[in-house]
């Protein structure tokens, strides 16, 4: 069981410090009484999640849905990131889940909907054109939460 | 009382003394300089003791009308002829008009991303950033590459909307006129002009481009002309009272430590023109 979980977990371009995240989200599951069965443990490391070069930036992203504080990273360094709900249309009471960031604060980018999947790295691409050369700074994770 | 005219109706003198005021403000060593207004404004994007004071949410017009005025009051410090001027995006529409020309606010950023080359505010000996989430020194303009300026009916629609605001008093409210201006509600007034100007204008510390003032000088004009239409008084905010984590019309506006309800009958302090 651990073995299939574990093999997923790399299959989706883990780390070691995923696998550390994945231990604590075994660890809490367990001692909230789900089910922690390879299924559970597959999905805490996320598909969408993303390790690349892009216009010679290093781009990462890992998502969690569940808590909202997706993370994002350019550079090794960190773009605060916030998720945000929106209304789908006026005087309707559904809404769609979007991102935005320190550097599109702004521009929601929707995320999860259908064909948005790629929300999270098109947002760290915005982010990476409107650097140009630029880097992120400290204050690019201002108090974000 | 100070006059708060269009950036296409001021004089030579106007200009030069708002850029004169806005660089003492910067230069300024002691008390709030230019520079606590941008950190402010980042401190208070998000929850600040349970509440979004500032943004995404229904206070966002108060907060920043007094945010404004606070400003205006540190510029008139320097020079009291000075009044915050507003830039009515519904009519100038040009990236090399008013309020982008060489002795104003200057001109789009070199290659269409990147520093501004023109005007008072180009390079870092002129106006230097020192708080941001993006390493450059210099202010960065990328216009019309994202987001759009809304059109004279799309404010028109927007002042039609008698309801302040509604539950949930957020991002996600899909009736009222206050989600509408900033942004989550099309056609969205004040998001999009953000995006419209990019660079540091698009970013968390958007108030290092001396251009957010103008830009929130118009949103709070069109306030002034919804108030007009609808009323000043504290009952046409809302929430009224009572929604936790809300700024109701009789809480606070931190760090400004006045009310709601104080900010809304602006008429004794400023007008319009
Ligand atoms: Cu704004």
Same mark, same amino acid.
């Given at each position: ?29 367990? /001692? /909230?009484?789900?089910?922690?069965? %390879? ?7 996320? %598909? ?41 249309? %006026?005087? /309707? ?14 521009? %929601? ?33 201002? /108090?974000?939460? | ?6 950036v296409a109706a001021l004089t030579a003198t106007e200009k030069a003394n708002f850029v004169a005021a806005l660089k003492a403000l910067k230069a300024q060593t002691s008390g709030r300089n230019y520079d606590w207004f941008v950190r402010t404004h ?87 950033? &020192? ?59 004040? &998001? ?25 000088? &118009? ?55």
């Amino acid at each position: 069981m651990n073995d299939i979980s574990r093999r997923d977990v790399f299959r989706h371009g883990a780390t070691a410090a995923l696998l550390a995240v994945t231990a604590t989200g075994i660890a809490g599951l367990a /001692s /909230s009484g789900a089910a922690a069965g %390879p299924d559970r443990v597959a999905t805490l490391a996320d %598909p969408r999640d993303f390790e690349e070069t892009y216009k010679g930036k290093k781009i990462k992203g890992e998502h969690d849905k569940a808590n909202g504080k997706h993370k994002v990273h350019i550079n090794g360094k960190k773009l605060g990131v916030v998720q945000v709900e929106l209304p789908v249309a %006026p005087d /309707s009471t559904a809404t769609y889940t979007a991102v935005i960031s320190t550097l599109s604060h702004f521009d %929601p980018i929707p995320l999860d909907e259908g064909n948005n999947r790629d929300g999270l790295k098109k947002l760290a691409k915005l982010a990476v054109d409107q650097l140009g050369e630029q880097e992120l700074t400290h204050h690019a994770d201002h /108090s974000h939460r | 009382m100070g006059t708060r005219k269009s950036v296409a109706a001021l004089t030579a003198t106007e200009k030069a003394n708002f850029v004169a005021a806005l660089k003492a403000l910067k230069a300024q060593t002691s008390g709030r300089n230019y520079d606590w207004f941008v950190r402010t404004h980042m401190d208070y994007f998000n929850n600040v003791n349970g509440h979004n004071y500032a943004h995404m949410s229904s206070s966002f017009l108060p907060w920043h009308r007094q945010y404004l005025l606070e400003l205006e009051n540190a510029l008139k410090a320097h020079n009291s002829a000075v009044d915050l001027p507003y830039w009515n995006w519904t009519a100038n529409r040009s990236t090399t008009g008013p309020p982008f020309t060489s002795d104003f606010m200057g001109g789009n950023g070199s290659g269409g991303n990147g520093p501004v080359t023109t005007g008072p505010f180009a390079g870092s000996t002129r106006w230097r950033i &020192n708080v941001s989430a993006t390493s450059s020194t210099s202010l960065r303009r990328a216009m019309a590459l994202r987001g759009s300026l809304p059109t004279t009916s799309d404010a028109d629609s927007v002042m039609g909307v008698s309801t302040y605001d509604a539950s949930p008093w957020g991002s996600s409210s899909s009736s009222g006129m206050r989600n509408r201006v900033e942004g989550g509600l099309a056609p969205n007034l004040h &998001n999009r002009i953000h995006v419209w100007v990019g660079g540091h204008m698009a970013q968390i510390d958007s108030p290092n481009d001396p251009v957010f003032f103008l830009h929130h000088c &118009n949103v709070d004009r069109l306030y002034h002309l919804w108030q007009t239409r609808w009323g000043f008084g504290a009952d046409r905010y809302l929430p009224g009272g009572g929604v936790a984590n809300v700024v109701d019309v009789n809480e606070t506006l931190v760090p400004f430590g006045v009310t709601v309800a104080s900010t809304l009958d602006h008429r004794g302090l400023y007008t319009y023109a």
